[in-house]
């Protein structure tokens, strides 16, 4: 009897070693997936496009070191540790209502890739542990690539940068024209990669994290789209509401734009807090959230790389006040608003974003 309930504990014992060594080589194996990912996410980063040229801000002489520049009669250094990634939000959309993937554009046609009705430059910085982002206004003018219908090269135009997306195929090779725009546009400073989210991906995304809360900026009503929205309400956008607050605007008033682009800015901010806290405890969420966002975005930034920029920089200092946005004046053009940027400002910013002072 006795060395039958010692028989039975030793069988209790040895199961629950078993399901605890189970347990562990489980764990381990996620552990060491998610470790593989980094290495092979890392390097696939360190490939950065710039537009037609090396980077052209401050000045340059035979005998200053590769990558530095003369600024306000200082020496800086170009940080190549930095991470960039220029986020775009496409306006082009093949279905009536919210939800549903958003890519094909027509047939035969070079000009159907859709606007890049927002753009952001992630900018992530290791030696300061900040994350910073650079609203780009999507009507400031800038050197565009211009193709016609057939895919004929045309030259280059001055045009809003938004239009540089429509340009292509409405996936990579459109990305590609704008990354390459944009880092033109920004005196062509290092770009290591892209990601293009269609806008009607925004309801998916935004009700993975729970909501996000904001204090609304200025008023938004349209009863057509069920919002109806006064400044200064305190609102947890659910489904398609957040999809309206980024999105709607009204194109009759002059600089409508610009208080778009202050609520995408917002909200930009309290959706990665919301989403920092999910992944801090769990990185699997940040993994989850890239799956879910698969299905309405086009990018290089395969799972390998973003698991490691995950998991590497989900600590990083970020708030509102990290993101900057670019000075100018907005006028009137011939048919569209068009914003000239100012150019000593920008170089500075660009300086200050990109740049180290050499002691």
Not at 76 to 83: A, K, M, P, R, S
Not at 187 to 200: C, E, G, L, T
Request: net charge negative; charged share 25%.
């Amino acid at each position: 009897m006795l060395n039958e309930e010692l028989t039975t504990e030793r069988k209790k014992l040895t199961f629950g070693l078993k399901t605890i060594i189970t347990i562990i080589a489980i764990i381990l194996v996620v552990l060491g997936i998610i470790f593989v990912m980094r290495l092979v996410g890392k390097s696939s980063l360190d490939k950065p496009v710039t537009g037609d040229s090396s980077v052209v801000v401050g000045e340059s002489t035979s005998e200053l070191e590769e990558n530095q520049i003369i600024y306000d009669g200082e020496i800086y250094q170009l940080n190549e540790d930095i991470v960039s990634v220029l986020v775009m939000g496409i306006d082009f959309e093949t279905v009536e209502e919210v939800g549903g993937q958003s890519w094909s554009a027509e047939e035969g046609s070079y000009l159907a890739g859709g606007q890049a009705d927002s753009l952001f430059l992630a900018i992530i910085n290791p030696h300061t542990s900040k994350v910073s982002f650079l609203a780009i206004n999507r009507n400031a003018m800038a050197d565009v690539d211009v193709w016609d219908e057939e895919g004929n090269y045309r030259g280059v135009q001055t045009l809003q940068i938004s239009l540089q997306h429509g340009y292509g195929d409405g996936k990579e090779e459109s990305c590609e024209h704008q990354v390459k725009a944009v880092s033109r546009m920004l005196y062509n400073i290092p770009i290591n990669s892209y990601v293009a989210i269609s806008m009607d991906g925004i309801p998916v995304l935004n009700d993975a994290v729970g909501g996000v809360t904001v204090n609304v900026l200025d008023d938004i009503v349209y009863p057509e789209y069920n919002m109806n929205l006064h400044k200064g309400d305190v609102v947890d956008l659910q489904g398609d509401a957040a999809y309206w607050y980024v999105r709607l605007r009204n194109e009759n008033e002059f600089g409508s734009n610009e208080l778009r682009q202050n609520r995408q800015k917002q909200y930009l901010a309290e959706f990665m807090k919301k989403a920092r806290e999910a992944a801090t405890s769990d990185i699997r969420v940040a993994i989850e959230l890239y799956k879910i966002l698969s299905d309405y975005m086009v990018t290089d930034v395969d799972l390998n790389s973003f698991t490691y920029m995950a998991t590497e920089y989900l600590d990083y200092d970020f708030d509102l006040d990290n993101i900057y946005s670019l000075d100018g004046e907005l006028i009137n053009g011939t048919k569209f608003e068009e914003f000239y940027f100012d150019e000593d400002s920008t170089q500075k910013l660009i300086v200050d974003l990109f740049y180290e002072p050499v002691e």
